[in-house]
């Protein structure tokens, strides 16, 4: 039987952990065409906090969230979390029962229109509409996925959720990456850095990893290439080409930026006789600053190509959701906390040491015994 009431994570403002109250709210109902989902796990991405201390500026000064729609969505109060695993529990009008009991995976954008080629105005759920920390959610039916590999647990299939996996898909069809190149992934232990190691292999392109040497074996297990010591920028054109045979990388994934940039170009340029492409850099994060000094000299003569990436289309969420289907994705989960402890969870993933690799996921405390226990993080400090 569905309950009335819930609980749920709620964010009530622009600030610190302590904007987020757990809170008795209404469950919501299924509208037409959307499903009840009841949340078994739910991931956690740096989008959480960045939103939620209004780190998505569109103007210099602004404390907002992205507004490329023209107004705010981000409206308190909200319920974060948008990489979302459950099962259907109900379902609204137009929506067939049998999907009643189905577990799937949140397709997480929030799409402006019906167009799966394109995404111009960005939203997700947890962000322009509640997500899932929380005991339910309604979502549009067509972009809950059936995830029932049985091999899988549900936290296992919430780390692999859209918020990474598709930007990192998106990184790549954007720079047309292909067969046989050589792609230098930055952030490399993060959701999105593993995603974009697996999808390079799936797409035959040559990932290289640039992270601490303590996630080396990690990583390369994954299908690194090659892992690049982060630590040690003086000297990293000269260990890329050690790596490469001399080769240029041919495009960047860049999830630093900063001063780091330049230095990603470098790597593509210093031989453009052994290039057959133009030199591509892939820009879907900003973690070691948001401002970059670059002589556009560089860009225009070398021709470098830069795409920003946000959010993918429905094509790419459909093709990832196969591929985790067929079993070619792999989850790449760190643990878990309950939904009640998620103030713990935020300052253990902004001070997360060198042990960390891949996801964390939020799980409701009602399903945690069956989809958090074994993946427990409770006793992180």
């Not at 394109?118 to 997700?124: A, G, K, R, S, V």
């Not at 041919?250 to 470098?266: K, P, Q, R, Y």
């Not at 060198?354 to 993080?377: A, F, M, T």
């Amino acid at each position: 039987m569905i309950p009335n009431t819930m609980k749920a994570m709620v964010l009530t403002g622009h600030g610190d952990v302590d904007k987020l109250e757990y809170q008795d709210v209404s469950v919501p109902a299924p509208g037409p065409g959307e499903v009840l989902v009841q949340v078994t796990a739910t991931a956690k991405n740096n989008t959480d906090r960045k939103a939620r201390e209004g780190l998505y500026p569109t103007k210099k000064g602004e404390m907002t969230s992205f507004q490329m729609g023209g107004k705010p969505t981000l409206v308190f109060p909200r319920i974060q979390g948008a990489d979302i695993a459950g099962r259907v529990v109900a379902v609204g009008d137009g929506v067939d029962e049998s999907r009643i009991g189905e577990r799937g995976l949140l397709d997480f954008n929030i799409y402006a229109n019906d167009r799966r080629d394109i995404n111009l105005t960005p939203d997700y759920f947890g962000h322009g509409a509640d997500g899932g920390y929380a005991e339910y959610v309604a979502l549009p039916s067509d972009q809950f996925h059936h995830i029932p590999n049985a091999e899988l647990a549900d936290a296992e299939v919430a780390s692999m959720g859209m918020c990474s996996y598709q930007t990192a898909m998106h990184m790549l069809t954007s720079a047309n990456i292909s067969a046989g190149e050589r792609v230098l992934v930055t952030g490399a232990s993060g959701g999105v850095g593993t995603a974009l190691i697996q999808l390079c292999r799936i797409m035959g392109a040559i990932p290289y990893a640039l992270s601490k040497q303590d996630k080396a074996s990690a990583l390369l297990e994954l299908g690194a290439e090659a892992v690049l010591d982060r630590s040690d920028m003086d000297s990293f054109v000269d260990r890329v080409k050690a790596e490469t045979g001399g080769k240029p990388i041919d495009a960047v994934m860049d999830l630093v930026g900063g001063e780091m940039t330049d230095v990603f170009i470098d790597i593509m340029i210093f031989d453009m006789n052994a290039r057959s492409t133009y030199p591509r850099l892939s820009i879907a994060g900003a973690s070691g600053g948001n401002i970059s000094e670059i002589l556009w000299t560089r860009i225009y003569l070398y021709q470098v190509q830069i795409f920003g990436v946000s959010h993918g289309t429905r094509e790419e969420a459909e093709q990832l959701m196969a591929w985790i289907r067929g079993g070619q994705l792999k989850p790449v989960l760190h643990g878990a906390f309950k939904l009640s402890d998620l103030h713990r969870a935020e300052t253990y993933f902004v001070n997360r040491g060198s042990n960390y690799l891949g996801k964390i996921v939020i799980v409701p405390d009602s399903q945690w015994e069956e989809h958090g226990q074994p993946w427990s993080l409770e006793s992180a400090r």
